[in-house]
């Protein structure tokens, strides 16, 4: 099955006096057609910038580089601005963080989806107008024909993700990125927000890249999941696999740090991983989660560990396999370090 | 809001391209008005009749007694550029320390008293704002007369407005701070904690509003001074040389341009300062 | 937005009346109007028959509730130089003023926006160091040094347009640049600033990950937000242009309010200077009360408040 999306080595470099950082160091990931990835990862591990390279919005003086980096076919390295502009919004569509400030205030909401749908096929305003109300039914805005004619600042936080998600559809994409789009946002709308997601992908079969730091989120929604960490995916899986046997040490210092029936004791305090992220200047050799790990051998120092395949579609980057580790205390011996 | 370690500030300031432009220019004009008139050896109120209105060097006639050659009276325009250029920093700097003076204490109050205190000042100001400046100076000039005390305090008193708005906001800022409470704890009088405790805190956004007004009110002595209202011969004011020659503009354009340029390279010189003072001083307050 | 209103007028009347009274306050400060008035080398019989016609005997406070009586019902005084009533010498010179400011006031903002867009767009380009150099000229040039030299280029050398008076259109033209110089610096650093700041925003992130055209992003919504400030600055700045006229119509021989205030100002026509005082100060607090409702008025945000 070739990938819709693929990425290999994917490098975003931010050149400073002090010598180049490197928040994105070598990711690879795969999107298959219909299918809705996430992109797991505490704040800082790269991940917003993975998919702004995905859609060619890196700011500068950031810079991309991969091996491929490639869209239903198409590679996406030095593309032009009037190729990019084509594929945004018909193609690829991308629903940001935060609503209120991703929409302009000075216009109305429908000014706004109008103005999308116009500039990428050619329709009359008061087709688009009606497609616009059309989408916001859709998506679960009550009253769409009046909600037209309102400015952001005057709908609640999660019906203007709702409309950044009907200007998201209005192109028809085939792939939407959302880049946790349900942090702003209280618990029952996130609830309404990614089941609207799923059942959009249901009737579409439109890709999501879903990003998040929420393993509750990629929980419910997501096919298949991807680990990140400084830079770089140490996991990736079919959600169901990794979150019932996490492979990487990360991943299972992750799902400690989350009380789960039957693998918390009662009582006993949620595991945390000591330590801290490495800055994204530490060019090392071998693992990048060494000084964390409480599986680390000598022989993960040595040179870079490769993302290897466990099983069809599932690969981690440890060089320790789940087998050989599976004796030791790992965690549970930290837990009293610092309980 | 920290105050920046003295030493790496002016460190900071030593390395800024723009802080020697400005400042060595201003340094530069100061000691030329200063010892010029002693190298040069004319006296900028001698008329000499015989020989008006002589080119600059330069010029097809220029002679080597009269380097700028000679305005309209026979003076020395060399001579009468360093004595305007004494005028200008000193109603310059003078104005600076009365409206800084005013703008700073009525900032200082409102800023630290709030209420009542703050709405009157809020209100004293945009008074002020509401009033046109050249009109007023014009005013005040034309009815009370134009001494160089007189000049100073007209201006001094139009141009506080930025030093109290800037004061205001900065020790709103500070009026809640730790080492505030804490000397009122130990029972230190309002005005001591005024002076001794705020206002050290907030010289550097002060510095840079110095800088502004020094040009603004270099700028509107020129104004008065060209309209006839403001410095009066025999005393020479840039101003004042620009409005002599003005009848000169078609055969003697240098005349107007001589003093026009130096003013416009001194307020240039001061902005330059005031734009590196504010990058070391008052980052925030840059555009 | 009613009550934002209702305060804000009242707060501009109040202004206006503190204002009205330090222009009173100025236009006394000699201690004898009617000296000044008469001139030198006027006779006492002269100066006496002045201060009885112009009520100059009577208590300050009184001569001020008379006048801001006279005002408010329309009534200026007379003019003593002109022998005019003074709302008839402020007609006639008002419309010059009010012509040249508006042109002042769109010539400065056709330089200032579009070099400040372009500047923004190209930081550190030449477009940026061009704009940063007019702004810093703009700055530091004294007005009557620009206007003359104008006057020279322009008029003297190059014959293009006329120098003096008002007569026609063409004659606005180099006092319209001089004056409208005053306000193209703020207005050029706010504008590029403004660009700058909104260019990074997330919602023009939006705008261009939907694959909208480079200048619909820029003029239709990065423009459109960084605009709301420069708006209510030239408003700000409209009002301080026309106290600024004084010297621009001086050396352009322009018969508007600033050289009537002038030729006022040396023949002490005290009715007149007073009437120019409160005019220019009632026209300026109206300009910012207008420019905070501009803000109000472009951006949605504000309007609910």
């Known amino acids: 099955m070739s990938a819709f999306v693929d990425i290999a080595g994917l490098k975003v470099t931010i050149p400073t006096p002090q010598g180049p950082l490197t928040p994105v160091r ?28 995905l859609i060619g919005l890196v700011p500068p003086p950031c810079r991309v580089s991969a091996e491929r980096l490639s869209f239903d076919g198409q590679s996406l390295l030095g593309l032009g601005a009037a190729a990019w502009r084509t594929l945004r919004g018909p193609r690829i569509a991308m629903i940001f963080q935060d609503p209120m400030t991703s929409l302009d205030p000075c216009y109305t909401i429908g000014s706004q989806l109008v103005e999308v749908m116009r500039t990428h096929r050619r329709i009359s ?205 790992g965690y549970a011996a930290l837990v009293g370090a610092d309980g | 809001m920290t105050p920046a370690p003295a030493r790496a500030t002016v460190h900071r300031l030593l390395r800024h391209g723009r802080f020697w432009l400005g400042g060595g220019t201003i340094a530069l004009v100061l000691l030329l008005s200063l010892i010029g008139p002693t190298i040069i050896g004319q006296d900028p109120t001698q008329q000499d009749l015989a020989h008006r209105l002589t080119d600059p060097f330069w010029g097809a006639h220029g002679t080597s007694t009269h380097i700028l050659g000679t305005d309209q009276l026979g003076r020395d325009t060399l001579a009468r550029l360093l004595a305007g250029a004494r005028v200008s920093l000193f109603i310059g700097v003078a104005t600076v320390i009365v409206s800084g003076t005013i703008g700073t204490l009525l900032g200082l109050l409102g800023g630290y008293f709030g209420g009542r205190v703050d709405l009157a000042v809020n209100f004293i100001v945009t008074i002020r704002l509401t009033l046109p400046v050249v009109l007023v100076a014009l ?12 000049l100073v305090l007209v201006i001094g008193l139009l141009l506080w407005d930025r030093f109290a708005v800037v004061t205001r906001s900065a020790t709103q800022r500070l009026a809640h701070s730790d080492f505030v409470i804490a000397a009122r704890c130990i029972g230190s009088s309002t005005p001591r904690i005024l002076l001794a405790e705020i206002l050290p805190n907030i010289t550097g956004p002060l510095i840079v509003v110095a800088t502004i007004e020094l040009a603004h009110a270099i700028l509107l002595e020129a104004a008065l001074s060209f309209l006839g209202l403001g410095v009066k011969p025999p005393l020479a004011s840039w101003g004042l040389m620009v409005a002599e020659a003005k009848s000169q503009l078609l055969f003697r354009p240098w005349q107007i341009a001589i003093p026009g340029v130096a003013l416009a390279l001194l307020v240039l010189a001061v902005n330059l300062l005031g734009d590196a003072l504010r990058d070391v001083l008052a980052p925030e307050g840059r555009v | ?107 400065a903002l056709l330089l200032a926006i579009p070099l400040g867009v372009l500047a923004a767009l190209r930081r550190g380009g030449m477009m940026d160091r061009l704009a940063s150099a007019l702004a810093v000229t703009g700055q530091a040039a004294p007005s009557f040094l620009l206007a003359l030299l104008l006057i020279y280029v322009f008029g003297v050398r190059l014959h293009w347009l006329p120098i003096s008076g008002n007569a026609t259109t063409a004659h606005y033209v180099l006092p319209a640049i001089t004056l409208g110089m005053y306000a193209t610096p703020a207005l050029l650093r706010l504008t590029r600033s403004g660009m700058i700041e909104v260019m990074q925003s997330d919602h023009i992130r939006t705008a261009r990950a939907y694959g909208l055209a480079p200048w619909r992003v820029v003029l239709r919504h990065a423009l459109r937000s960084a605009i709301i400030p420069v708006v209510s600055l030239a408003a700000v700045q409209f009002g301080l242009m026309l106290g600024g006229s004084i010297v621009v119509e001086a050396v352009f021989s322009l018969k508007g309010l600033g050289q009537l205030a002038w030729e006022s100002i040396q023949r002490s026509d005290i009715e007149v200077i007073q009437a120019i005082l409160l005019l220019t100060s009632l026209v300026y607090a109206v300009l910012t009360l207008l420019a905070d409702l501009l803000n109000a008025l472009l951006d949605p945000r504000m309007r609910l408040t």
């Not at chain 3, 130089?81 to 003023?97: F, G, K």
């Open chain 1, 125 to 329: 305003e008061t087709a688009a107008r009606q497609r616009a109300i059309d989408l916001l039914t859709r998506v679960g805005v009550p009253s769409p024909a009046a909600r037209l004619g309102q400015y952001p600042h005057q709908l609640s936080g999660g019906l203007r993700q709702r409309v950044m998600i009907a200007m998201a559809l209005s192109c028809e994409p085939d792939l939407i990125i959302a880049d946790e789009p349900t942090t702003a946002l209280d618990v029952t709308t996130q609830a309404q927000v990614l089941g609207l997601l799923a059942q959009l992908q249901d009737e579409t079969g439109v890709a999501i890249i879903l990003i998040t730091h929420d393993l509750g989120v990629v929980a419910s929604v997501a096919h298949r999941m991807a680990v990140m960490y400084a830079g770089q995916v140490v996991e990736t899986g079919p959600t169901a696999a990794v979150l019932a046997r996490p492979s990487h040490p990360y991943t299972e210092g992750l799902l400690r740090a989350i009380p789960t029936p039957g693998l918390t004791a009662r009582g006993a305090p949620l595991g945390t991983i000591p330590g801290i992220v490495p800055p994204p200047t530490a060019a090392t050799d071998g693992c990048l989660f060494l000084a964390r790990c409480p599986y680390a051998r000598p022989a993960c120092a040595a040179g870079p560990i490769p993302l290897a395949p466990l099983a069809p579609g599932h690969a981690q980057r440890c060089i320790r396999p789940l087998a050989e580790r599976a004796g030791e205390p």
């Open chain 1, 26 to 53: 070598g990711l690879d990931l795969q999107v298959v057609k219909g299918e809705t990835l996430a992109i797991v990862g505490e704040s800082g591990c790269g991940k917003s910038l993975t998919a702004l390279a």
């Open chain 2, 139 to 150: 005013v005040v000039v034309a009815m009370v007369g134009s001494s160089l005390t007189i």
């Open chain 3, 1 to 107: 937005m009613g009550r934002f209103l209702a305060r804000r007028l009242l707060l501009t009347l109040l202004v206006v009346l503190v204002t009205s009274i330090v222009a009173f306050s100025l236009v006394h400060l000699s201690g004898d109007p009617a000296a000044a008035m008469a001139g030198e080398g006027a006779s006492a019989t002269d100066v006496a028959a002045i201060r009885r016609l112009y009520g100059f005997d009577r208590p300050l406070t009184v001569q001020y509730f008379a006048w801001a009586a006279d005002v408010l019902s329309g009534e200026f005084g007379r003019s003593y130089y002109l022998r005019e009533s003074v709302v008839q010498v402020l007609a006639e010179h008002a419309p010059v003023t009010a012509l040249l400011g508006s042109l002042a006031l769109g010539f």
